[in-house]
Nanobody, 131 residues
Framework: QVQLVESGGGSVQAGGSLRVSCAASGSTASRRCMGWFRQVPGKEREGVAAIYPGDGSTRYAYSLKGRFTISQDNAKNTVYLQINSLKPEDTAMYYC????????????????????????WGQGTQVTVSS
């Protein structure tokens, strides 16, 4: 079992930055890929970024690449999502997930950005961006 606890969400003005954190505990072997997703009411959960802690490989949603950075601190069992140049459309509940099996591309471990690939989820942290 893996437990995930997100933190760091809040209300910020457009153009600002925010870093949300995901602290993981439990089975290390079960974590595999770790990802960040976001969801607004009435819409499907959207993959933002993922990381494979084993080798640090990262993957980003194409439309979001550039403003979002996923990183990890293995000593703290924590994954971070840095969001810069925040826009009102970034307003959402941000969820951390773990458990997807990475696919080896030949040069890097690729982690899925599809929610159904992940077994473990945190409770989410709300990010609200005002214009």
């Amino acid at each position: 079992q893996v437990q995930l606890v997100e933190s760091g969400g809040g209300s910020v003005q457009a153009g600002g930055s925010l870093r949300v954190s995901c602290a993981a505990s439990g089975s290390t072997a079960s974590r595999r890929c770790m990802g960040w997703f976001r969801q607004v009411p009435g819409k499907e959960r959207e993959g933002v970024a993922a990381i494979y802690p084993g080798d640090g490989s990262t993957r980003y949603a194409y439309s979001l690449k550039g403003r979002f950075t996923i990183s990890q601190d293995n000593a703290k069992n924590t994954v971070y999502l840095q969001i810069n140049s925040l826009k009102p459309e970034d307003t959402a509940m941000y969820y951390c997930a773990a458990g997807a099996v990475p696919v080896w591309s030949g040069s890097a471990s690729l982690c899925s950005l599809f929610p159904h690939s992940y077994n473990y989820w945190g409770q989410g942290t709300q990010v609200t961006v005002s214009s």
